[in-house]
């Protein structure tokens, strides 16, 4: 896995193999409360795709697009 903090805090985290695409999908899915708009979620973004792992991008390509 990748990770870099953003000079604003934002978090992101990209994986690099399909196991680790698995398991952070299976992390947000039970860690991140998208349905509560109670909770106040952290400032991140997690890269679940296979984009870094086939070569096609790297984790500095994705966190300088827009979001």
């Known amino acids: 896995m990748k990770a870099t903090i953003q000079a604003d805090g934002t978090l992101y985290v990209a994986a690099e ?3 680790e695409a698995y398991a952070l999908d299976r992390w947000g899915r039970d860690n ?3 349905n509560d708009a109670r909770v106040c979620l952290p400032k991140m973004i997690v ?3 296979l984009s870094i792992a086939n070569g096609s991008e790297t ?3 994705l966190v ?3 979001i």
């Open 17 to 19: 193999t399909a196991l």
């Open 32 to 34: 991140l409360p998208f």
């Open 47 to 49: 890269y679940h795709g």
């Open 59 to 61: 984790l500095e390509s």
């Open 64 to 66: 300088s697009k827009p």
